[in-house]
């Protein structure tokens, strides 16, 4: 059984709400990870947190937010997205971020279709 | 830079036949971990192994068996006597010294849509 829940499982917005998408994890981990899956594709890393600090932005548009409350929590706010942003989210954390042995242990996504 | 080449992308077997992903590698690094998940149609990735650049030793677990090889950068994963609970994509990828920012990135390869048929 995953250790990394998400929430929620599915969720259909329009372009111009507001929602965010919920991780958190229970195995005291240090940092967590956010995913963007295309159908067909691999994973895209968009943000990584470690040690509750945004370590890596990838270049993500601005329509997306993410917050670290703590360390095992992690949250993705969504604001006027566009159909293309439609996706599985993938939420993932492992022990520190930094170290080479870290191991990411991955949520059960959340499938985001945008309208 | 590095990459991870899973050139097969959809593999149909018939239950109870072996079948064996193909993962290739390159990386400029001597030190480097490699692993292997498998994404059903739920959606989530779950991790099966990790293997670091410096233990070659193949390995077993159940019917899962990795064949690692340093001389072809290869990593490749067996099912024995597949399953129709086996069908799922599974993902090869790697881990190594250069990464952006302070943490450490995971590079995946294309992934293997495996179909175990009844």
């Known amino acids: 059984d995953t250790e990394v829940t998400q929430t929620p499982k599915h969720l259909v917005m329009g372009m111009t709400n507001k929602k965010s998408l919920k991780c958190e994890q229970h195995m005291g981990h240090r940092a967590m990870y956010w995913y963007k899956q295309k159908a067909k594709k691999p994973p895209e890393l968009m943000f990584v947190y470690s040690y509750e600090k945004l370590s890596i932005n990838e270049s993500v548009p601005s329509r997306f937010s993410p917050e670290c409350p703590n360390s095992s929590l992690l949250n993705l706010h969504l604001h006027a997205l566009q159909p293309e942003d439609s996706a599985l989210y993938l939420c993932?954390?492992?022990?520190?971020?930094?170290?080479?042995?870290?191991?990411?242990?991955f949520g059960p996504g959340t499938r985001l279709t945008v309208l | 830079a590095q990459k991870v080449t899973q050139a097969q992308t959809e593999i149909s077997v018939v239950e109870k036949e072996d079948v064996t992903l193909d993962c290739v590698y390159e990386t400029r690094d001597t030190t480097y971990y490699l692993f292997w998940y498998k994404q059903p149609p739920s959606g989530e990735l779950v991790f099966l192994i990790r293997r670091n650049s410096f233990d070659e030793q193949n390995e077993i677990s159940g019917r899962y068996s990795w064949n690692f090889q340093k001389s072809t950068s290869s990593f490749n994963f067996t099912i024995t006597a597949s399953q129709v609970v086996d069908s799922a994509v599974y993902f090869c990828?790697?881990?190594?010294?250069?990464?952006?920012?302070?943490?450490?990135?995971?590079?995946f390869g294309s992934g293997t849509q495996l179909t175990v048929l009844p």
């Open positions: 993932a954390s492992s022990q520190e971020g930094t170290r080479l042995t870290d191991t990411q242990y």
């Open positions: 990828a790697l881990s190594d010294s250069i990464s952006s920012g302070s943490a450490r990135q995971l590079t």
